[in-house]
């Protein structure tokens, strides 16, 4: 079964500067797609990026960018030059795809927290 | 273009009550999915239509039922309410195929159940 594990409950970072969220996975998928979302306060889930499992680079998306480490079953999300608008839960999914089934299996989240 | 749309925002029921919830998806998108949030469980997954047809259902009981309209929109209806079904309810739709195509998701109905 597929699973992603995200071990930081809470991050701090302090404004313009970078954070990293981390993420690794387990699947017996050789073809698997990763996605970052970010959930404000609202409740909205926002996609924020995707990383193809045969995607030679690592994807990147304005202010943020997936590093993407196959061998070591991670994909970590760095986002640079913070802002206070990135306060949010962040969280990391893995699509389960097949004939039956299309749906994310997501972890736990981490709580950012932007400071001035 | 419009994002998927969910109603109403917020609900608020009483145990052994029904309730439906509606999810309009993006325009073009067929595969509609529900996912519960819960302080507890986190993001569960609920079940996934696409066109009109139910491909999977997660792990939850028969009170929680869904379906799919030919304009791809779709709803979920959870009857005999129970206190523990107070969540956040998000809808998420997808052009349906390959892995790159990311699921986008509506506000949440956010379910109260006293």
């Known amino acids: 079964a597929q699973k992603i594990t995200q071990t930081q409950p809470g991050m701090f970072v302090q404004e313009k500067e970078a954070v990293t969220l981390d993420c690794t996975y387990d699947?017996?998928?050789?073809?698997?797609?990763l996605f970052w979302y970010k959930q404000p306060s609202s409740g909205e889930m926002i996609f924020l990026i995707y990383?193809?499992?045969?995607?030679?680079q690592n994807a990147t998306e304005g202010r943020y960018s997936l590093n993407f480490q196959k061998a070591r079953k991670s994909a970590n999300l760095v986002i640079s030059a913070s802002q206070l608008g990135d306060s949010a839960m962040y969280f990391c999914?893995?699509?389960?795809?097949?004939?039956?089934?299309?749906?994310?299996?997501f972890g736990t989240g981490t709580r950012l927290q932007v400071f001035p | 273009k419009a994002g998927v749309t969910q109603t109403p925002r917020y609900l608020i029921k009483t145990r052994g009550q029904q309730v439906t919830l509606s999810c309009s998806p993006i325009?073009?998108?067929?595969?509609v999915s529900w996912y519960q949030q819960t302080p507890g469980q986190g993001l569960q997954f609920l079940f996934e239509?696409?066109?009109?047809?139910?491909?999977n259902k997660g792990n939850f009981p028969g009170r929680f039922s869904g379906r799919q309209f030919s304009n791809s929109r779709s709803e979920m209806n959870v009857s005999t309410l129970e206190l523990g079904d107070s969540a956040l309810y998000l809808c998420?739709?997808?052009?349906?195929?390959?892995?790159?195509?990311?699921?986008?998701f509506g506000n949440g109905t956010r379910l109260t159940v006293t």
């Open positions: 998420a739709s997808s052009l349906g195929r390959g892995e790159s195509s990311p699921l986008h």
């Open positions: 699947t017996s998928d050789q073809s698997y797609g």
């Open positions: 999914a893995m699509r389960e795809e097949s004939l039956n089934t299309d749906k994310l299996i």
């Open positions: 325009s073009g998108h067929r595969s």
């Open positions: 239509y696409f066109s009109e047809t139910q491909r």
């Open positions: 990383q193809g499992s045969y995607d030679e």
